[in-house]
């Protein structure tokens, strides 16, 4: 069969959607619970979503490097602990930040989620935030940012933003050299106090 290029093919529209069935449910907080069950699944997905991105940051950078300790260790266990610890029961843990949320979801095996859940909450809850830690991460992302801001594409997607957004726009806003230097722990915890215990969350499980 010799397919003409030159001919686009026909569009249809799109007659409909067959969503998998979902239950929509509310914890006793107040706060809406997903679930998408899964028929005789042993592995489960769990996604805690925070309305705590960066766009509520009044220290700049105080979000993003939230997000990036939450995972150092807790008020009762160490980095290394900790991580071992979820690494033991075969699971994943992984914490993402953008403008606007901040994202905790786990992977793991359903029969291990009583040792899991209390880890994972006291990770949330009890962060430890250790001072050493915070100034490694942030000296080693400010000498990344002197390397990126010596590319031409970094340099031109953040003028570009700040042209579409405004300076004074949460989107707009770009983080300086100096204000690695000038983010301290109890800036972060600031943040994750305010906005961790403060703020609202969606929790969203599938399998």
């Known amino acids: 069969m010799n397919l003409n290029r030159l001919v686009p093919p026909p569009v249809k529209a799109i007659a409909g959607i067959n969503w998998l069935p979902f239950q929509q449910l509310t914890l006793t907080n107040g706060c809406p619970l997903f679930l998408l069950p899964g028929e005789k699944n042993e592995l489960i997905k769990i996604e805690w979503v925070f309305a705590a ?95 990126d801001m010596g590319k031409v594409a970094y340099r031109c997607r953040r003028e570009l933003t700040q042209q579409i957004m405004g300076t004074d726009h949460y989107y707009g806003i770009m983080a300086g050299f100096e204000d690695y230097e000038n983010l301290k722990a109890e800036d972060v ?13 969606t929790v969203f499980v599938s399998g």
């Open 53 to 147: 991105g960066n766009k509520y940051q009044v220290k700049p950078l105080s979000g993003s490097f939230t997000s990036t300790l939450l995972k150092e260790g807790t008020r009762n266990m160490d980095s290394k602990t900790f991580n071992e610890n979820i690494d033991y029961f075969g699971s994943f843990l992984n914490v993402e930040s953008d403008r606007d949320f901040v994202s905790v979801t786990l992977y793991a095996l359903v029969k291990h989620l009583d040792h899991l859940l209390p880890m994972v909450s006291e990770m949330i809850l009890a962060p430890a935030f250790p001072a050493d830690l915070l100034e490694v991460k942030t000296r080693n992302a400010q000498q990344q940012f002197t390397v």
């Open 189 to 201: 915890r600031a943040y994750h106090e305010q906005n961790f215990f403060c703020a609202p969350f």
